[in-house]
């Protein structure tokens, strides 16, 4: 009997291992989300940081080892080895941590850490060696993904050795409570080559210094480039607070090609280059930093503290993987002169509100020592956000608004308290039989309108909360509501500009002649929107269907000046308008954006001189661009007209990176169909209201962020994984035009496919042994029978150990000892034997530690 009962537990581990050592890759990747699903106060249970991820593939966990900061704008770094000795391409990250917490991550690649330590102040360096950044993180920032086919390379001959996290945490009154922190960032890591590999460059001036109370200072970067080609998809700017403006190029036969422009006083996020930029041999690449030392008693030189500035330009690129570089730098003019013949716009600041000062710069880190080396280290340190930008705009269809009984709808704006304010004509129509020639109303015997022409609406369940506006109004067109609440409105049909108080039966200014149209600084012709100047109380007026022109006011109404002209024969230039319809104004970067409606496009101009800054124009717009509205974060928001007949641009929505002006997505409603959208509005949290003025209709949507519950089942299995938002800096690679959409559901199939693959092969696995096992069970029950029967021994039953054990190719590793836990791999120094990794694939060997 105890024969029988030695062969059964041989048995039963036979088929324990077999199971082992066949689970199903998608149990791992279980295994991975859940091991790396954890919250910013809670640490690791397990110290399992690598996880496989099939045959190629596996991910590496690098996270703070539970730490808890004792002041505010602390800066904590630790190291983990690659796991592997090879080659290896980083080809994703994700993030875990919560801007309640830390303010930004960065990661490094190196081949020597700063410290041994588990972890240590970023006071002691980074790396001892020259370092990469590899990944930026801040404010809640999505999962950032290289484009496909572009990986950072470590490992091996050429790469890092170690990766080197960089945790700032900024405001510590979260750790009150003084838990452990172990925020950190997932790589997904794979040993397939990737045929262009990602690396930064790196433009830096050394030199400058800006005298006290100076103006208008530059700081000129120019290097000539000797390598082989690269590609440019993404950059970031950086000064401290005398910044006003940074400005890169690639410079080819003397012609200046822009690679990125911005304010260094806004969020420094890596922003995509709009158009594809490459750069070849003996191209120079230029940057301008633009600094003012007004406010300052003493010259200010390049440093590493916060009274010090620094002049910085990042480009992300990537190259063909046999001539790739990791990291360049460049800390020189090569070519003075040329900066003559910069363009004008690298010399133009970009004005930003004081309180984005306080949100951009906060507390900085100083070092000991201001030499290029450690200004190189100083920059990387400096705080990454990354523009989020992952969702989709879809029509709530459960908001009852699009059946109110309207009349058309001119103009929507949001009142401090985020409702919803509708500007609608009652029983007027906009007809051909309303003005003459000379644009005279000629329907004044109809009296003003009798119904109220201003609504007041809950944005959640439309109902009424206030209206006004009775009489007072022949033909309604702008509405906009300035900070106090006071609304301002355009009427078409009496020439004239209102400012209303919410509860106020008299308008508290009125500009403008009632019923004579005009062109002088006392007239309007049909004046379609005004915008207000939060921070200077200005009032810009767009006027209008028969003027083409923007008008600024003082607060009190007072004429200032005026901008634009008619639109010329042939493609209309900077500046020139046919029909200004809708005004945004965008307090963040002090412009006022304005959709050209017969123009197609939408123009961008400084709020100060109304200077042309820039032109935002796209195909799917058509050829009339209706309505525009910012919101704070950098987004703006549009709709455009039907499309003329044999045109195939529909009427729709978009949603468009107002730094870029790329168009990030685009929105039709579900119900009913846009017929004229007049009039958009957008909250911070993306909620839309669309207002049509034939369709009489106001619609709602909604921001849904893309997350995406997936469902795999195979074989009355059932694997449900959450896709977290990722936001995808997607280089136009050559050769290469796959959409983010195309890529992604490529992704869910590969997943898809691998769950598949690993169920298969443990059901079909599981049905060969089953045979097996009967086919033993059988033999030892007859075994037994005939020792019971006839009295023998059990000395010469079955032995599985012997029976495998006689066969060609057998080793007992493996069935002596096999471990219940996932451990590090370690040797058994009892035996010489491994212990067994619990899951699919053995995982990669650990790098050898540093001594």
């Known amino acids: ?89 980083v080809v994703d990250f994700k993030p875990h941590a919560s801007m309640d917490t830390v303010h930004h991550m960065l990661l490094f690649g190196c081949n020597e850490p700063s410290s041994t330590e588990n972890y240590w102040d970023c006071d002691e360096g980074t790396c001892k060696d020259k370092s990469n950044i590899l990944y930026a993180w801040a404010r809640n920032a999505p999962p950032t993904r290289l484009p496909k086919g572009v990986g950072f390379r470590v490992g091996g001959e050429a790469g890092g050795r170690f990766f080197v ?388 006011f003082s607060p009190k109404g007072l004429y200032v000046m005026q901008w634009g002209e008619e639109t010329s024969l042939g493609r209309a230039r900077p500046g020139q308008f046919h029909i200004p319809h809708s005004l945004a104004l965008i307090p963040d970067f002090s412009q006022l954006c304005i959709a050209d409606r017969e123009n197609g496009r939408i123009q961008c101009f400084k709020l100060e001189t109304g200077e042309f800054i820039r032109e935002i124009k796209h195909k799917s717009f058509g050829r009339e661009l209706f309505a525009v509205s910012y919101v704070p974060g950098g987004f703006l928001f549009a709709v455009n007209g039907m499309p003329y007949p044999g045109e195939a641009e529909p009427v729709q929505g978009f949603v468009m990176n107002f730094s870029t002006g790329e168009i990030i997505d685009t929105f039709i409603p579900l119900r009913k169909n846009f017929e004229m959208p007049h009039d958009v509005v957008a909250s911070e949290d993306k909620t839309v209201f669309v207002g049509d003025v034939h369709a009489r209709a106001v619609w709602k949507f909604a921001s849904i962020e893309k997350m995406e519950h997936r469902s795999v089942k195979k074989a009355g299995i059932e694997v449900q994984d959450i896709k977290e938002s990722e936001t995808i800096v997607e280089a136009r690679l050559k050769n290469t035009p796959e959409s983010t959409d195309h890529l992604k559901k490529q992704e869910k199939q590969h997943l898809v496919q691998q769950a598949s693959t690993g169920v298969s092969f443990v059901l079909i696995t599981t049905l060969l042994i089953i045979p097996v096992v009967v086919l033993l069970a059988i033999l030892l029950f007859i075994r037994w029978r005939k020792t019971t029967v006839y009295g023998g021994k059990g000395g010469g039953g079955l032995n599985l150990g012997n029976f495998f054990a006689s066969h060609k190719g057998y080793s007992r590793k493996g069935f002596d000892r096999l471990s219940t836990e996932g451990s590090d791999q370690e040797k058994d120094e009892d035996d010489g034997t491994d212990s067994e990794e619990e899951c699919s694939a053995p995982l990669p060997p650990s790098a050898p530690s540093s001594s």
């Open 1 to 89: 009997m105890a024969g029988l009962v030695n062969n059964l537990l041989i048995l039963f581990l036979v088929f324990q291992n077999i199971c082992l050592g066949f689970r199903s890759p998608l149990s791992v990747f279980k295994r991975y989300k859940d091991t790396t699903r954890c919250l910013s106060s809670e640490c690791l249970g397990s110290d399992r940081t690598v996880i496989s991820l099939g045959l190629s593939d596996f991910a590496l966990d690098i996270r703070m080892p539970g730490v808890t900061p004792k002041q505010s704008d602390t800066y904590l770094c630790m190291s983990v080895p690659l796991p592997v000795d090879d080659e290896a391409y």
């Open 165 to 552: 996290l960089q945790v700032h945490y900024g405001d510590i009154s979260a750790f009150r409570d003084k838990h452990k922190d172990c925020s950190g960032v997932t790589l997904h890591l794979t040993h397939q080559k990737q045929p262009l590999i990602a690396g930064m460059y790196l433009m830096m001036s050394v030199n400058t210094v800006i005298p006290p109370g100076e103006k208008v200072v530059d700081a000129d970067i120019a290097c000539h480039y000797k390598r082989f080609p690269m590609h440019l998809f993404a950059y970031r700017v950086h000064t401290h607070r005398l910044g006003k403006v940074v400005t890169g190029y690639r410079v080819r036969n003397g012609q200046w090609t822009l690679i990125g422009r911005q304010s260094p006083q806004l969020p420094q996020a890596f922003y995509p280059v709009e158009h594809p930029v490459d750069v070849n041999y003996d191209d120079i690449l230029a940057a301008r930093c633009v600094f003012s030392g007004e406010g300052r008693t003493t010259e200010t030189r390049i440093g590493g503290t916060a009274n010090d500035e620094m002049c910085n330009f990042y480009i992300m690129y990537y190259m063909e993987a046999k001539h790739a570089v990791s990291y360049m730098t460049c800390t020189q003019n090569a070519n003075p002169e040329m900066f003559r013949n910069i363009p004008q716009e690298a010399n133009i600041p970009i004005p930003v509100k004081s309180d984005m000062l306080k949100v951009t710069h906060g507390q900085h880190e100083e070092t000991k020592g201001t030499d290029k080396s450690s200004l190189l280290q100083q920059a990387k340190k400096e705080e990454e956000e990354i523009l989020d930008q992952d969702f989709h705009i879809e029509e709530a269809v459960e908001w009852p608004g699009l059946d109110l009984k309207l009349g058309q709808v001119s103009g929507l704006a949001l009142d401090p308290e985020n409702n919803l304010v509708i500007f609608h004509r009652g029983d007027h129509v906009w007809d051909e039989n309303s003005f003459d020639s000379k644009f005279v109303y000629q329907q004044r015997g109809l009296g003003p309108i009798e119904q109220n022409t201003i609504l007041v609406l809950n944005p959640s369940n439309a109902k009424l909360l206030h209206s006004m506006g009775k009489s007072l109004f022949y033909l309604p067109h702008g509405l906009s509501i300035d900070k106090n609440g006071n609304y301002w409105v355009t009427d078409v049909a009496l020439h004239q500009v209102f400012k209303l108080g919410a509860h106020d039966k008299e308008p508290l200014l009125i500009l403008g002649v009632a019923l004579q149209p005009g062109s002088d600084k006392n007239h309007f012709c049909q004046p379609t929107d005004v915008a207000v100047d939060p921070i200077t109380g200005s009032i810009y007026i767009s006027d209008g269907y028969c003027n083409s022109r923007v008008i600024q």
